[in-house]
């Protein structure tokens, strides 16, 4: 019976942080590239998403920006995420930046704030980018490896053993991907 009633807590709390227009993107991991279009996301279907909203961006830091600035006057929350262009949005590269979903007849009254994040300077990658290079470094380690082992097999016979371990380590990679995700949804649905 506890046990029960600790998982039903603990379902509530969960719900209750799942229950809230938030801006998901960007945000600490999830950072931005200066003078170049980047990614506005928000929870679009909560219960008490406004339907509309004017998207701001201001900095912790006044000095770089004194106040925080609409960069999207009326945005329809249906719309689930956008792409903000460098015309839309032309801030320097920098640290302390935050994005307000605001109510669009009154700026102060914020329904979102993200997290802080940084607008990297242009020509950086984006964290999916980042994410891709690493795993096709990987890949090419892999494959260099398995490019030694062959020559070292090919020694002894002539097969392809050595292009059969490159696509192990392919799969193997998918299956951790597949497992991770199927990790991160169960995640969601607690
Ligand atoms: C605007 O919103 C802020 C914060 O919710 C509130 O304190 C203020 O009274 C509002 N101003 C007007 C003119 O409604
Ligand atoms: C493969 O062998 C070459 C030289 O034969 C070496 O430079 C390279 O580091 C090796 N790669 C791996 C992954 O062991
Ligand atoms: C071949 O295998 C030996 C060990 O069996 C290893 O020390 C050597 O580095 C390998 N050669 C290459 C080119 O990977
Ligand atoms: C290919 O290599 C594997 C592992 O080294 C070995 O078990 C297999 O018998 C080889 N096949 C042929 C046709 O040489």
Excluded: H
Excluded at 51 to 78: C, E, K
Excluded at 95 to 110: F, I
Excluded at 129 to 138: G, I, K, R, T, V
């Amino acid at each position: 019976m506890q046990t029960r009633s600790f998982v039903v807590s603990l379902l509530a709390a969960a719900s209750l942080v799942a229950a809230q227009f938030r801006v998901t993107v960007p945000s600490t991991s999830n950072w931005w590239v200066a003078r170049s279009t980047n990614i506005l996301e928000w929870t679009c279907r909560e219960a008490n998403a406004p339907a509309q909203f004017t998207v701001l961006i201001g900095n912790s830091d006044q000095t770089i920006l004194v106040q925080p600035l609409a960069i999207i006057a009326q945005q329809n929350n249906f719309d689930c995420s956008i792409i903000i262009t460098q015309d839309q949005a032309n801030q320097a590269a920098g640290q302390g930046y935050q994005v307000y979903l605001a109510n669009p007849l009154n700026n102060t009254d914020v329904y979102a704030t993200s997290e802080p994040f940084e607008i990297k300077p242009l020509g950086s990658l984006y964290p999916t980018q980042q994410a891709a290079a690493a795993s096709s470094a990987a890949a090419a380690a892999s494959a260099s490896a398995a490019a030694n082992s062959t020559n070292n097999n090919s020694n002894n016979n002539n097969n392809n053993s050595g292009a059969f371990s490159v696509r192990s380590g392919v799969i193997g990679g998918m299956a951790a991907g597949v497992v991770g995700l199927v990790g991160g949804m169960a995640a969601t649905l607690l």
